[in-house]
């Protein structure tokens, strides 16, 4: 059973930047397709950034919203996937979920109901 726990949320002036890891455990961490999703009061979960990786080579996949902004990366060693949010803008303000799974395909990346393991959601605040 994996576990994901996420950290690094917190309040942020607009323009400013942020760090979020997760941790995983429980499972075999390059096998997994890690993802960050963010949901907003009152709004839809949606996909922010995912990272998949085949032996030495990385994929990272940007909603179109952060892409230029956020970075997704991956310590395989560390069993963490981190995402830095740079620019933050008060939109930016969620919750957000650090996501796994071991079946994603490039067609179901950016599919919330395709992840089977998520964290409890780490809060971000972007004041204006």
């Known amino acids: 059973q994996v576990q994901l726990v996420e950290s690094g949320g917190g309040l942020v ?3 400013g930047s942020r760090r979020l890891s997760c941790a995983a455990s429980g499972g075999t ?13 009152g709004k ?22 952060v892409k230029g902004r956020f970075i997704i990366s991956r310590d395989t060693a560390k069993n963490t996937v981190c995402l830095q949010m740079n620019s933050l803008k008060p939109e ?23 992840y089977d393991y998520w964290g409890q959601g780490t809060q971000v605040t972007v004041s204006s």
Do not use: K, N
Not at 45 to 63: K, M, N, T
């Open 44 to 65: 839809e979960r949606e996909f922010v950034a995912a990272i998949r990786s085949a032996g030495s080579l990385h994929y990272a996949d940007y909603a179109d919203s």
């Open 13 to 15: 002036q607009a323009g």
């Open 29 to 41: 961490f390059s096998r997994y397709t890690m993802a960050w999703f963010r949901q907003a009061p």
């Open 92 to 114: 930016d303000t969620a919750v957000y979920y650090c996501a796994a799974d071991s079946a994603i395909t490039m067609f179901t990346i950016r599919s919330a109901s395709h």
